[in-house]
């Protein structure tokens, strides 16, 4: 078993991924995108939640990012394919993946959650280098879509937590721009991940001009966006 460098319609500044946590997780979110349209899910993430052994003799210590000036330690997505830190899963799970990353200190380590009240509990105990993620697709509750934490209960968890952190609305569903924007800004993040749904859930959607609106009063915040490209397709509707 080997690091898996981050390709397709992810993140671009994360240059790896890896998995500790197999089972199905807990959210049960209707457009996950670990269910495959055309193969389903597959087997290391279905039924009950278990860590993967093998995944604990990864090294991370030979992980780097090539750029023109220079050679730069890795920056490694942790669990993207489960949510580490959903209610269900058991501390002890989450400690031993943690304590595989304190291992290799040199790396950049991403977390992301919708249960981001338990990233409050052990702020203590992630590498120095961690940033923070949180998805929050939008402002108001539709409670079909999910068993994720209420998304006004994911932002007073992040407007609280310290450190480096980002947000991810992404798939952007249907929202107030003002509501959601003052989230963000009481979050205050590093970034702002924006992206659509790709893969035909018909979800509930906003306007073009709603996501423009979004746009426009978080860059007047001063916060960094990054638009994915799979964004266009609504923008390109106003």
Avoid at 37 to 47: C, F, H, I, V
Avoid at 125 to 144: A, H, K, M, Q, V
Avoid at 210 to 223: D, N, P
Wanted: aromatic residues 10%; contains cysteine; glycine residues 6%.
């Amino acid at each position: 078993m080997s690091l898996k460098k981050s390709v397709g319609n992810m993140y671009p500044w994360v240059t790896h991924t890896h998995c500790h946590l197999g089972g199905e997780c807990p959210h049960k979110c209707s457009y996950c995108y670990v269910d495959n349209p055309r193969w389903g899910r597959p087997a290391k993430y279905t039924g009950p939640l278990r860590l993967i052994e093998k995944a604990f003799s990864v090294r991370y210590d030979k992980v780097t990012l090539e750029k023109d000036d220079g050679t730069y330690p890795g920056v490694i997505f942790i669990e993207n394919c489960n949510d580490l830190f959903a209610a269900d899963v058991p501390q002890p799970f989450i400690n031993k993946i943690v304590h595989h990353c304190l291992r290799y200190p040199d790396n950049t380590y991403v977390f992301q959650t919708k249960n981001p009240a338990r990233y409050l509990t052990m702020d203590a105990l992630f590498p120095s280098s961690s940033i923070f993620g949180c998805t929050i697709e939008t402002n108001r509750d539709i409670p079909e879509i999910g068993k994720a934490p209420r998304p006004i209960e994911r932002y007073e968890s992040m407007k609280k937590l310290p450190g480096r952190k980002f947000i991810t609305v992404e798939p952007i569903l249907d929202l107030d721009p003002p509501v959601m924007a003052g989230w963000i800004a009481d979050i205050a993040p590093e970034f702002v991940n924006i992206g659509a749904d790709s893969k035909g859930h018909h979800l509930p959607e906003p306007t073009p001009g709603k996501v423009r609106h979004l746009i426009a009063l978080i860059e007047k915040a001063g916060i960094e966006i990054r638009e994915k490209h799979n964004l266009n397709r609504m923008l390109q509707g106003a």
